[in-house]
């Protein structure tokens, strides 16, 4: 065999077995014996020159699968949706943390915690309106927010808006866009129940709520028992439901009552009323927009349900929206 004739077929060779996971020293030796033959007679080079690829391929094929079992055997396996525990291990007591910052009242905030007082008490934590039964709510803020009379916020106004409030309610509107005429009904958490054994709180079927509310989204909408960190509780934690809600899309709101969608009422001042009208001039949960998402905790603590309102936008930031599922992540109900 001429010299062009052995190079050609030593790269050939090569070419093919370094497709293969065959260790280097290997393939060189197999590409040697496959142009060394040429003692060999003619009729027999080319039975010889198959067999030798076989072999080849099959230690190709067996030191594949031997390096292919040896990495599932070190890889990690780690599960597409892992099972979180029913009732995981919470810290007896949560830490409250040291001099938290009163929210002000409008500005921009800098990075830090800040409480949140209840607005409804006196200076001795007495009812001065439609009360919940708490000292205030405590939580860490990135930078980028900014508060304005109780409403915490990020792109106010703007697509990407994303924002959480906090409110005392008792009741809520069947028609949230034609509110000054609607029927009330009690909160979802009113007529709950507590399961002392998990700690939860047990949804009522009802037919009144923001379950059942008009242009609140699709039915049906689940009521999720939760629990928010909340010190001297039980398990250091205070049940909540949380039920997901929408605005929709190509809603006018310039056409509901006032201008306004509304949820809820907010002050009853001591007063027990039964028409939404009677209420038309208090302060409401009105700051939503056509397409706006709202995930809503109604916490249960003692005379009336806290709920937190947690809104966004369709075009909300990953980032942000990564921001607020923090901030209510750090959330800590101090019921004083």
């Not at 027999?44 to 594949?64: D, E, G, K, N, S």
């Not at 915490?152 to 409030?165: D, I, N, R, T, Y």
């Not at 949960?285 to 995930?295: F, I, M």
């Amino acid at each position: 065999m001429t010299d062009p004739h052995r190079d050609r077929i030593a790269a050939a060779f090569d070419r093919e077995l370094s497709r293969s996971p065959l260790p280097p020293d290997l393939r060189a030796q197999a590409v040697h014996e496959a142009v060394n033959s040429r003692d060999s007679q003619e009729r027999q080079r080319t039975p010889r020159m198959l067999a030798l690829v076989a072999a080849l391929l099959a230690v190709a094929i067996v030191v594949t699968l031997v390096l292919t079992a040896r990495s599932l055997h070190w890889r990690p396996v780690v599960p597409a949706n892992p099972v979180v525990p029913a009732n995981p291990v919470v810290p007896a007591n949560p830490v409250v943390p040291a001099n938290p910052i009163p929210l002000p009242k409008s500005g921009a905030l800098a990075p830090g915690t800040y409480f949140l007082a209840n607005p409804n008490v006196d200076a001795n934590r007495n009812c001065v309106r439609a009360c919940s039964a708490y000292h205030r709510i405590i939580f860490t803020m990135p930078a980028g927010w900014s508060a304005k009379d109780g409403l915490v916020f990020k792109h106010l106004g703007q697509p990407g808006e994303v924002a959480f409030s906090a409110w005392s309610v008792r009741d809520v509107y069947a028609d949230p866009c034609h509110w000054q005429q609607s029927a009330l009904s009690p909160l979802d958490l009113i007529n709950a129940s507590y399961d002392a054994v998990t700690g939860l709180v047990v949804p009522a079927p009802e037919v009144g709520g923001l379950a059942n509310q008009a242009l609140r989204g699709p039915h049906p909408r689940a009521l999720v028992p939760v629990t928010m960190a909340s010190p001297g509780s039980a398990n250091g934690r205070v049940p909540a439901l949380r039920i997901d809600l929408s605005v929709p899309a190509n809603l006018n709101i310039s056409t509901c009552d006032k201008g306004q969608f509304r949820s809820w009422p907010v002050a009853y001042n001591g007063a027990e009323v039964g028409s939404a009208d009677m209420l038309a001039v208090d302060d409401a949960n009105s700051h939503n927009a056509p397409g706006q998402l709202d995930t809503v905790y109604m916490v249960s603590v003692d005379r009336w349900p806290l709920v937190i309102d947690a809104s966004h936008m369709p075009a909300t930031s990953a980032a942000d929206l990564g921001e607020l599922e923090a901030i209510l992540a750090s959330m800590i109900i101090d019921r004083g």
